[in-house]
C-alpha cells in the first residue's frame, strides 16, 4: 500500500466484538468483558476467548494467542497483513470459515548452536547500546538507570553487524535463522529495538525487543517458542517474589532491588504454574487494564493462597509507576498488608 495506514482509524471503525460477531462467535457480557467460544480450536468447555473492548483486542486462555481485530482475522483467514485489511475495510461480507484444528504441536529444543547464537547476540547487542545514544536515551527516559542496563546486560540491535560478529564467532548463521534473531531474507529480526535478554547460567536464552520509534507496530518483539520466567535466576532466590507482565515492570523492580519475575503477557504455562508454586508469598502486580484483571482472577486459583492481588496508586503498571518521584515507596505501600515482608 502507497498510503500510510491509520491503524487506530481502522480499530475504532471495526470494534474488535462487532468482528468476532461477524465470524459468528456470540459473545455475552462478564463486566466489562465479554467472553465467547475461541474459534481457533475445538471449544466444548467453557467459553475461553475474552475481547477487550476498551483496547479493541482479545485473547485465549487455552491456546495462550491473543491481538488485536487484524490479527484476529488474519489467523483465522490464515491471510497477509494486507489481505487483513482488505477484508476489514472491504464491502464483502466476510464469511466465516470452519473451525481449525490446530496440529499437535511438539516444541523443538533448540539445538546447542543456536542457543550459542542466542547469547552471542545478547553480547553483540550489548556492545551496541553502550555506542547507541538514541537507544540510552530512550532507556532513560522510561527510567532505566545505567547501572540496571549493565546488570542486566541490556542491548540494542541497530540492524547491522550481526552476521559479520556472528560469522567471527564462528556461529552458523543457518542456526541463528531458525532461531528467529534472521528473517528469511537474512536481515536482522530485532533491528531498531532495546533488547532485553533472559539469563541462565551466564548464558542469554531469551530475547524481547522493544521499538524505540513511537507508532512502529509491533512495540514487542520475543524470539520465537516458550516465553520464559524473566528474572527467574535471580528470583528463585527469594522466598517470595512480585509477578508483572512487562520486562520494562521488570527491569523497574530490579532497579529497587526487589524480587521480580515477568510474564511477558498475560500468559502463564503450567510449567511456570508449577515452578511458580515454590515461592511462599506470590504479589500479581500485573497491569491495571481489563486483560490484567483478568489475568490475576484466572492466576490466582491456580497460585493458591500464596497468590495476592496488588492494586497499583492511579497508575497502569509498575514501569508508569517507577517514573513517579517516591514511586518504590508507593510500591511497598501497595504490598501492604504485606509491607513489612517486602521491605
Known amino acids: 500500500m502507497d498510503s500510510p495506514i491509520d491503524l487506530e482509524r481502522l480499530k475504532r471503525t471495526h470494534p474488535m466484538a462487532d468482528v468476532a460477531e461477524r465470524y459468528g462467535v456470540a459473545l455475552r457480557r462478564q463486566g466489562r468483558l465479554l467472553v465467547g467460544r475461541c474459534p481457533f480450536h475445538p471449544d466444548g468447555g467453557r467459553p475461553n476467548l475474552y475481547v ?18 487484524i490479527t484476529f482475522v488474519r489467523r483465522l483467514e490464515g491471510c497477509s497483513f494486507g489481505e487483513a485489511l482488505a477484508r476489514l475495510d472491504g464491502t464483502t461480507v466476510v464469511r466465516r470459515r470452519a473451525p481449525r484444528r490446530s496440529p499437535p504441536t511438539t516444541r523443538r529444543v533448540p539445538d546447542a548452536d543456536e542457543r550459542a547464537c542466542v547469547s552471542a547476540a545478547a553480547d553483540f547487542y550489548h556492545g551496541q547500546l553502550l555506542r547507541s545514544g538514541g537507544a540510552l536515551g530512550y532507556l532513560n527516559g522510561r527510567g532505566i538507570s545505567p547501572e540496571t542496563m549493565r546488570r542486566c546486560k541490556l542491548g540494542y540491535c541497530s540492524g547491522r553487524g550481526l552476521r559479520d560478529y556472528l560469522a567471527w564467532r564462528r556461529l552458523p548463521l543457518g542456526a541463528a535463522a531458525r ?32 521499538t524505540i520509534e513511537d507508532g512502529s507496530e509491533p512495540r514487542y518483539l520475543g524470539l520465537r517458542g516458550h516465553r520464559p520466567l524473566v528474572g527467574w535466576e535471580d528470583a528463585c532466590r527469594s522466598t517470595w517474589a512480585v509477578l508483572v507482565e512487562g520486562v520494562f515492570d521488570w527491569l523497574t523492580l530490579r532497579q529497587w532491588g526487589l524480587p521480580a519475575l515477568a510474564l511477558s503477557g498475560t500468559h502463564v ?20 487494564d481489563d486483560a490484567g484483571e483478568a489475568a490475576a482472577a484466572a492466576l490466582c486459583p491456580l497460585l493458591g493462597t500464596a497468590a495476592h492481588r496488588v492494586r497499583l496508586p492511579g497508575v497502569k503498571d509498575v514501569a508508569e509507576l517507577g517514573l513517579r518521584t517516591g514511586g518504590r515507596d508507593l510500591f511497598l505501600e501497595a504490598l501492604q498488608p504485606w509491607h513489612a515482608q517486602a521491605a
Open 52 to 69: 477487550y473492548p476498551e483496547t479493541s483486542s482479545f485473547y485465549c486462555f487455552r491456546c495462550a494467542f491473543g491481538g488485536d481485530v
Open 269 to 288: 504455562r503450567p510449567p511456570a504454574i508449577a515452578a511458580l508454586r515454590r515461592f511462599r508469598g506470590l504479589y500479581l502486580a500485573l497491569d491495571g
Open 179 to 210: 532461531r528467529g534473531l534472521l528473517t528469511r531474507r537474512g536481515d536482522e529480526t530485532f533491528a531498531g529495538r532495546v533488547v532485553i535478554p533472559e539469563w541462565r547460567k551466564g548464558q542469554a536464552v531469551w530475547l524481547m525487543g522493544r
